[in-house]
């Protein structure tokens, strides 16, 4: 309590963050089906987000606050819990809150009417809970805790609508697939603890912390009396980058995310803006001075491979949600980059400019959704709701919803006025900076990303021309029967304040100059990096080109409908609509066989060794009944046999002492006989 007393107001308020949102899954989990509104819910992450604002204030671009209660004690090492506040977990913090809450608004209108909605703001309210714990935690194991409890509320909401059978497959997908990578961060953590005896983040990896002072001895990793070879450190550091790889779905681990968007669109819109996916790219942040070189180049790489890999599936996909997952895929691809080539604090920044834009997108798309599935009950239609062949001419029907997905998709493709072009030039600028001082092969990730931000003007804006622009592609006899109406104002409010947030005055005073940005100056930028100025000019002019160039293309096709001559159905198509056949090849070279070789050990236990058990059970029991007949007809047999005898000896010696003179003869010649018998066998042997 002593303890408690002396926590710091900071500390207070960031505990009045986290407390929020925990306090209504209690509210929430006690009510149960009697709780049917988000109000509860909505006001605690209101609370949350004023005391975050709090928070930002007090902390950002000031000395960190760092204080610890103490947990438990193994052996001779105390492990605290504790809170720290940084210009990182800072921004973490007021994103995590300033995005959760229009979801929340958004959510009230648009789940409405579910039938499970109380279980939707229990799961709710449990997600951003996990998530501010992971991102306020002290040490690798608070972190791990929630980093977990993120993975399980996740898996909740995913699988929301539990009575499908594709949600059902969908959770237990994305649950396993990040088991894997959750065992890359407890093997990290182990390796880190075996080295230091603590998991204390600003013990290990502060500015005078035990990594960076272990790494300045060589080619040994050496603190105190504790020394490992240096490759453990490469070792640590792929293992957490697993983790990361899992939970921000980066190649080979990313099938789990498209199959997520089985779950509500609020839901997706929050699991890809500001929760789940980016708790990777956090955690990679956060833990940045373990990371040598070739971990950073591996980083780099993946991420590089993963954003265009998403980009080109992207291009040929009919569900709307699925083509913003492959989307948000593929911009976490650039985050990778980012921290690959060491400028951490532009990760951060494009993670949070991409938390208000994909957010958007998302909410677009459910008001979308939303009112394709009102026309599919209304008229009876037997249509797919999200797939974006069923739309068209939306535009006129849903105004105000296409002006904000106009703004979302500028964004994402990174052009002028958005917070998007500010941050994905960063990113693209410092990568081909980097590679100057790369040999010629890593010069191809800058490459790939500037390739990648090409196509992903086109597909966002393919996506825009086939929803909004031409004519309602309803059951075309019909077409004129069916009236769209424009999303709810309780719905729309959320949207606007997103689309706000997506231009570049909430980043920048100066929309063409990222360096003017107050979110990079929050962190170090790494001094390896020398200015190239001709890319500061040239890669700004080269991404918008070509952005502006595919924009036109999308536009002719999509909108005007002048397809080219060569078909769009070939082999390359399929490829990339199949989704590089990525799924198909982990069903037929890893699934199935895992499940024939369980199939046949279980054949094996089945057949072998219970038929081998069984036959050692029957011979044992038949032993045993053997053994219990020779005791019952044998043993007991003899032992009753003498017990009788004896018996009848008795009943006749007693009978000699009843004073019938006809008992003393017969006993005295009884034994008279017994002297005669054994005198005869003594004196004649």
């Known amino acids: 309590m002593e303890q408690l007393n002396q926590l710091s107001i900071p500390v207070l308020a960031a505990l009045i963050v986290l407390s929020a949102p925990l306090f209504s899954f209690f509210v929430s989990a006690i009510a149960g089906k009697r709780l049917r509104t988000g109000v509860p819910a909505t006001v605690a992450i209101s609370v949350s987000l004023v ?63 579910d039938p499970g909605i109380h279980r939707y703001w229990l799961y709710l309210s449990l997600f951003c809970f996990a998530m501010l714990g992971l991102v306020m935690a002290d040490s690798l194991l608070l972190m791990y805790i929630g980093w977990e409890l993120v993975g399980f509320a996740s ?178 691809g650039f985050m990778m980059v980012a921290i690959g ?11 949070v400019t991409h938390a208000f834009f994909k957010c958007l997108l998302f909410l677009s798309a459910g008001a979308v959704i939303h009112e394709m599935q009102h026309l599919k009950a209304k008229h009876n239609l037997t249509i797919d709701p999200q797939d974006i062949r069923n739309m068209g001419g939306l535009k006129k029907y849903m105004p105000q919803t296409f002006r904000l997905t106009l703004v979302a998709a500028l964004a994402l493709a990174g052009l002028p006025l958005t917070a998007g072009y500010l941050s994905k030039d960063a990113i693209l600028i410092f990568s081909f900076e980097w590679s100057e001082w790369q040999v010629a092969w890593w010069k191809l990730i800058p490459i790939s990303l500037l390739i990648t931000s090409a196509l992903t003007a086109f597909y966002i804006a393919r996506l825009v021309f086939k929803v909004f622009y031409g004519e309602l592609r309803l059951e ?98 399929r490829f ?23 199939k046949i050990l279980y054949a094996i236990d089945r057949v072998v060794i219970d038929g081998v058990v069984g036959a050692a059970t029957g011979f044992i029991r038949s032993l045993a009944n053997f053994a219990q007949w020779l005791d019952r007809y044998f043993v007991d047999a003899i032992v009753n046999g003498l017990g009788k005898g004896a018996f009848l000896m008795g009943g006749v010696l007693r009978g000699s002492r009843k004073g019938k003179i006809q008992y003393y003869i017969f006993s005295m010649f009884l034994v008279l006989l017994i002297v005669l018998f054994v005198g005869l066998k003594v004196f004649n042997p």
């Open 476 to 573: 075309e006899n019909n077409k004129n029967v069916y009236q769209p109406h424009e999303a709810p104002k309780i719905m729309l409010f959320p949207m606007l304040f997103l689309g706000l947030c997506s231009l570049f005055p909430l980043f920048s005073y100066n929309p063409l100059i990222f360096e003017d940005t107050w979110l990079i100056k929050g962190f170090e930028l790494p001094e390896t990096l020398e200015r190239v100025n001709i890319y500061h000019t040239v890669i700004p002019a080269a991404v918008n080109g070509l952005a502006i160039v595919m924009i036109f293309i999308a536009w002719r096709w999509y909108a005007k409908g002048r397809y080219p001559k060569v078909g769009l159905q070939g082999p390359l198509y």
């Open 51 to 113: 005391a975050a604002v709090f928070v930002f204030v007090r902390v950002w671009n000031r000395e960190q606050i760092h204080e610890q209660l103490s947990w438990f004690q193994i052996g001779n090492n105390t492990f605290s819990a504790g809170i720290l506040l940084n210009n990182l977990s800072a921004i973490m913090l007021l994103l995590v809150c300033v995005i959760a809450l229009p979801v929340h608004i958004y959510s009230m209108k648009y789940m409405k009417d």
């Open 341 to 351: 080539i060491g400028q951490f604090g532009v990760a951060i920044f494009h993670l």
């Open 155 to 332: 898996y909740l909401l995913i699988g929301f609508w539990f009575t499908k059978p594709a949600a059902i497959k969908a959770n237990k997908k994305a649950f396993l697939i990040n088991r894997i990578g959750d065992l890359g961060f407890l093997v990290g953590i182990a390796i880190i603890y075996t080295q230091f005896q603590t998991l204390d983040l600003v013990a290990l990896f502060g500015d005078r912390g035990m990594v960076r002072e272990a790494l300045n001895n060589g080619l040994q990793w050496t603190y105190d009396e504790h020394t490992m070879p240096a490759i453990w450190l490469t070792v640590a550091g792929g293992a957490f980058f697993l983790g990361a790889m899992a939970k921000s779905a980066q190649f080979p681990f990313h099938i789990w995310l498209p199959d997520a968007m089985e779950g509500p669109t609020s839901v997706s819109s929050l699991i890809h803006a500001a929760t789940m996916v980016a708790a990777g790219v956090f955690m990679l942040v956060r833990i940045a001075p373990l990371f040598d070189d070739q971990v950073l180049l591996l980083i780099g790489s993946v991420g590089a491979f993963t954003a265009l890999m998403a980009a080109t599936i992207a291009l040929t996909q009919q569900d709307i949600k699925k083509i913003l997952a492959f989307s948000t895929i593929s911009q976490l």
């Open 576 to 598: 990339s609509f199949s989704q590089w056949y990525l799924n198909l090849i982990y069903e037929k070279g890893l699934v199935k066989p895992l499940l024939g070789l369980s």
